[in-house]
């Protein structure tokens, strides 16, 4: 949804914040992606021993990386087949450690309400990606749905950093699936129009 109402018009302001953290020095964006990938694992430590907003502060640093490597590699001319490949394979290693993270978080609180709707939420984040890809190995569009990658960060950003993290999780358990089921209704009505 932000993705595709914004799209790539953010890439200006994208590389201010870039060039403040690294001068005028052009990284390799498979660089930057690798980075905000591991910090993901930070994320996952932080929010499983209990420190929400250590893992808000890096979960945002972690965004921040994954908005840099598009932007850099479309404003350098280093935008690969590859490099689109390495940044969504772990765009997802980076979405299931945060969740992994929250899950032994409420596992740890002995919350089991929490831990079951985290997982469910789990669910739905992995299928969101796994469903856009088969429609595209069928060569059909499938760029739709409540909660795309952005949304779900922003959700979770906002969860941790506000103490509200069980609101999040239940945004998530459900507006994950509701996209599931968005993104097949609209594949379905492509194959019947053609």
Known sequence: MISARVGHSLDPLILKIYHLFFGRRIINPNILTVCGALLSIAVCCAVSWGNLILGGVVLLASGLLDLMDGALA???DQVTPFGGFLDSVLDRY???LVICGVLVYFMRQNDDMLSIVTFIAAIGIAIIPYVKARAEAASLSCNTGLLERPERIVILL????????SYAVFALAIFTHVTVIQRILYVRRQIHRS
């Open 74 to 76: 479309r404003s350098s």
């Open 158 to 165: 906002v969860g941790l950093l506000s103490s509200l993290l």
């Open 94 to 96: 980076s979405d299931l």
